[in-house]
């Protein structure tokens, strides 16, 4: 009884990365965090472990060998059961082109190398953090104009047309639905769509803002 409790409150993080220092770092800091951590050196075995395992969070390293974490990324993406999976993606400091292009492909968040771990620590806490908040299973459908949001089961739908979203884009329009028209500022959304408290800054609320305008339509 026990152990099965405690097994279903650990939460369990993937960590893609090529260079051993980093990774074992990774694992030690997330393990002492609570967390059960499995770590993948390559972008294939990346993939293999997430057919295996169901990583609640990837952190996800944008320089592999074998296959990208561009690669990793679209095919987490493309597959139903990981398209809803957070990832924070590792980028060194001058990858400015890859960041944009890690948060177009759906990304959630990313991280520049040198990073500091307890930044990424509260990361990875906010991140998860919002899938603890209960849904109730009969709350019927939220409409505004021709947009209607089911958060029981994460639909959304434009003009009957539904969306292919990730998590964080979801729960970005879900919000938007919600405020009716009110404003919100990047960092309330950062609080309410991210799970980050005021400590975490971060730039990716603009690029989800445009990738969800595109993915909306007219
Ligand atoms: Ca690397």
């Known amino acids: 009884q026990a152990e099965a ?45 997430l057919r295996r395992e169901a990583p609640d969070l990837v952190i996800l390293d944008w320089m592999l060998p074998e296959l990208s974490g561009i690669e990793v990324l679209k095919e987490m993406r ?28 759906g990304a959630d968040d990313y991280v520049t190398k040198p990073f500091s771990s307890r930044e990424l620590v509260l990361r990875i806490r906010g991140l998860l953090k919002r899938g603890e908040r209960p849904i109730d299973p009969k709350e019927g459908a939220l409409r505004l104009g021709p947009i209607e949001i089911h958060a029981a089961d994460h639909r959304a739908i434009v003009s009957g047309r539904v969306l292919t979203l990730t998590l964080t884009e979801f729960r970005l ?27 975490v800054l971060s730039r990716t609320v603009d690029t989800h803002v445009r990738r969800l305008r595109s993915k909306l339509g007219d």
Do not use: C
């Open 5 to 49: 409790t405690r097994s279903a409150v650990t939460q369990r993080l993937l960590v893609v990365e090529d260079e051993l220092d980093i990774a074992e770092l990774l694992r030690r800091v997330f393990s002492k965090e609570g967390f059960q951590v499995d770590v993948a050196h390559n972008g294939l075995s990346a993939l293999e472990t």
């Open 78 to 105: 493309a597959r139903p059961e990981t398209r809803m999976v957070p990832v924070i993606l590792l980028t060194a400091r001058r990858e400015e082109i890859d960041r944009v292009l890690g948060l177009e492909l």
């Open 173 to 199: 329009l879900e919000d938007l639905v919600r405020a009716k028209g009110r404003v919100r500022t990047r960092e309330t959304l950062l609080a309410e769509v991210w799970g980050y408290d005021s400590e």
